[in-house]
């Protein structure tokens, strides 16, 4: 499935991109009841009466996890 101008590879790229983003919108309408990111058990919360603190720690490590497992995709695809 080659193409003369070369952009197949570009084009496979973006049809895995979309079947993932297909993937995780099912996975949004299907199971309303899994933990949103920001608000998982881990995330450092820390409130005071005039202010707070909050860092997302759990949920930088999941979106670090499934971008570096989006890429490895990408890469294993496009080869």
Do not use: H, K, Q
């Amino acid at each position: 499935m080659d193409v003369p101008g070369g952009n197949a590879g570009f084009g496979w790229t973006l049809v895995v991109i979309g079947l993932v983003l297909a993937g995780a919108g099912l996975i949004w309408v299907l199971a309303p009841g899994l933990p949103r990111l920001g608000r998982l058990p881990g995330d450092i919360a820390i409130e005071r009466e005039n202010g707070g603190f909050y860092f997302p720690i759990t949920s930088c490590i999941v979106v670090s996890v499934v971008l570096s497992l989006i890429a490895w995709l990408v890469r294993a695809v496009s080869r």
